[in-house]
Structures are given as C-alpha cells and as structure tokens.
C-alpha cells in the first residue's frame, strides 16, 4: 500500500506553534517551511487543503520533522532536507518532493494538481 508522508520544517508542540505563527506574522517570507506555507494560513488550515485531504482515497501521513526523525529513524535513513513529501510503499521511503520543489509552487492548487497528477499516474500504473 502506497503513502505520502508530508514532513513539515517544523517542530511539533504548542510553543513551537506560536513561535510558527508570530514568524508567519511579522517576517513572512524567511519562514522556513514552504509547505506549512501552502496548506495553512496565518492560524489554521487552509480550506482548500483541508477538503483535498479529506476526499482523496491515498493515505496520507502527516509530520513535524521531529515527529518524523523519531518515528522513521534509521542508520540508513538518508538526510532529509525539510519540508519533504516521500513516497512509502514496498521498496521503503523515496522522495516526491524535495525542499527545492516547493519553491515552484505559488499556491496551494498547484499543490494539489501536482499530488493528482501523482496519484493518477499510480493509478494507471497499477
């Protein structure tokens, strides 16, 4: 069975939030996760994510990079660069988008339209 694992260049906790949120605030553009910058705005979600989320069949994992470090740690995991979507599947963890990828993409849409073109690709595949 197939899985994105969406990592996020950010620390779980609620301090670590706040902190996210007050940079997103006053220095937006040196925030250092493009992703969380797609998929949530200022204080939430952004409804657009939240509806793809929730009405595509791929399973999909959702990390902090902390969270991620702990979970899938590995002498031969290779070093990520965060944020990073991986595909999980039979043969382990290998990159579907990588830090620089998300510089391209200007809108949450884009996002979504290159994660659909992924899955229907699977999908012909299969």
Not at 16 to 40: E, R
Not at 64 to 83: A, E, G, R
Not at 104 to 116: A, F, K, T
Request: net charge positive; charged share 25%.
């Amino acid at each position: 069975m197939r899985k994105l694992i969406f990592v996020y260049n950010a620390n779980s906790g609620v301090v670590n939030t706040w902190v996210d949120i007050a940079h997103k605030i006053v220095s937006p553009t040196t925030y250092a996760c493009d992703l969380c910058g797609l998929t949530h705005g200022r204080f939430s979600e952004k409804r657009t994510w939240k509806k793809f989320r929730d009405t595509h069949l791929i399973d999909m994992e959702f990390l902090y990079k902390d969270q991620f470090l702990k979970k899938y740690k590995s002498k031969w995991l290779p070093k990520y660069t965060f944020p990073v979507i991986l595909i999980s599947d039979a043969q382990g963890l290998q990159p579907f988008m990588i830090a620089q990828d998300f510089q391209e993409i200007v809108s949450v849409e884009m996002l979504i339209q290159r994660i659909e073109r992924f899955i229907k690709q699977l999908d012909t595949t299969a």
